[in-house]
C-alpha cells in the first residue's frame, strides 16, 4: 500500500481522518462506495468532505492518483462525483486504484476550496508523515 507522505492525516481539530495506518493484510481494502450527501448533514460532516477536497487538491491536483492510504470512509463521500475512477476496470476493494479530481465537478461543490488555497490550516502535526 502506497504511503502519501506529506497528506495531512486528519482534519485539523477534529477527529475526522484522511488517511489510514496500515493495510489490513486479513481482509484487504475497504471498498470504496458512493455514500449519497443529503442536504441536511451536519456543518462538521461538510467541513470534513470541504477539508478532504482541499487536501487532495493541493497535494494531487488534476494529476491521476493512487488510492494507497487514503481513508476509505471519506473517499466514498466523493466518489462518482467530484473524485472520479481514473482506470477501467474500476476495483472499489484495491489500494492500487487509480483515481482523479473532476475540477468542474468539484470546483462547483466546493468552491471555497479553489477560491482560496489556504483555506484549511495544515500544520505539520496533521501530516501523515511520522506514521509507521
Known amino acids: 500500500m502506497l504511503k502519501h507522505r506529506g497528506f495531512p492525516g486528519r482534519l485539523p481539530g477534529s477527529d475526522f481522518q484522511f488517511v489510514i495506518r496500515r493495510a489490513n493484510a486479513k481482509k484487504g481494502a475497504t471498498k470504496i462506495v ?11 460532516d461538510r467541513r470534513a ?24 470512509g471519506r473517499l466514498s463521500w466523493l466518489i462518482g462525483r467530484e473524485v472520479v475512477w481514473a482506470s ?6 484495491s489500494y492500487e486504484q487509480l483515481l482523479r479530481i473532476d475540477r468542474k465537478r468539484a470546483e462547483a461543490s466546493f468552491p471555497e476550496v479553489f477560491a482560496d488555497p489556504d483555506a484549511f490550516d495544515w500544520d505539520e502535526d496533521d501530516a501523515e508523515d511520522d506514521w509507521e
Open 49 to 72: 468532505d470541504a477539508g478532504f477536497m482541499a487536501a487532495l487538491w493541493n497535494h494531487f491536483g488534476e494529476e491521476p492518483f493512487e488510492r494507497g492510504n487514503l481513508d476509505a
Open 88 to 93: 477501467e476496470p474500476a476495483d472499489p476493494c
Open 34 to 44: 458512493r455514500r449519497e450527501r443529503y442536504k441536511d448533514r451536519a456543518a462538521p
